[in-house]
């Protein structure tokens, strides 16, 4: 489905990322993991259309979209859950959640949608004239995946979905993001927490200052003792 092929990026003199390729196979999660730093955000955005590669070339179910802008990569059929969530917090749940469909025109669609995102998320439904500043960590994350899911993605990038919430609220994110990807939405997930990442990931790569360094299925990195002593405490 997606092909990031020898990608370069550069902050000024500065190279972030170096000949990096991913393939992310329809139906799969995908995982990156690393340091901070290491270029996974970097590696979604330039996926995403928010950062302009100097070099390579980004495929969409066999089609060039190097030079596409970010609104039409949504369109096309990519949705970003950003680090921090990002929601519009003087906004209410349902306003935050109808942005999330602002490229689309079937309202009726949209509608079943949002009934699909109240189904899987409750607390949002419960919430849904609140604020959405007033929500706690967990249901903002809720919130932002709920956003990405109403522009119907083919794919789902997810950049630290676990960042700042309790052991807990992690178990029930990740768990959230299997039932997303078993009900048909193939995942590129960034993520600090190797062990949890790795544990869904049907494969993974490992980036080491803007470079991949080990690629393998989510079950083989567990093991690897290289990835055990960096990544998962052991």
Request: hydrophobic residues 40%; charged residues 25%.
């Amino acid at each position: 489905m997606l092909e990031i092929k020898d990608i370069n990026v550069h902050f000024g003199v500065i190279q972030a990322l170096k000949n990096i390729s991913v393939t992310v196979n329809d139906g799969e999660i995908v995982t990156l993991i690393g340091a901070n730093g290491a270029g996974k955000t970097t590696t979604l955005h330039t996926a995403s259309g928010l950062k302009k590669p100097t070099s390579g070339s980004i495929i969409l179910d066999g089609n060039d979209i190097t030079g596409a802008s970010a609104q039409d990569r949504v369109k096309m059929g990519i949705s970003q859950v950003p680090e921090g969530r990002r929601i519009f917090s003087t906004l209410t749940v349902l306003e935050n959640l109808e942005l999330g469909a602002y490229l689309r025109r079937d309202k009726s669609e949209i509608a079943k949608d949002m009934e699909k995102v109240f189904e899987r998320f409750p607390r949002l439904l419960e919430r849904k004239k609140q604020a959405a500043g007033t929500l706690s960590g967990g249901e903002q994350q809720m919130l932002a995946i709920g956003r990405a899911l109403m522009s119907r993605p083919k794919i789902l990038f997810l950049d630290e979905p676990s960042m700042g919430l309790s052991p807990l609220l992690v178990l029930e994110i990740f768990s959230i993001i299997k039932d997303i990807n078993e009900t048909g939405t193939t995942v590129l997930l960034v993520e600090q927490n190797a062990h949890m990442a790795l544990q869904i990931a049907h494969r993974a790569y490992v980036l080491e200052t803007g470079s991949i360094v080990l690629y393998g299925t989510g079950a083989e990195l567990m093991q690897s003792d290289e990835i055990r002593k960096a990544y998962l405490g052991g």
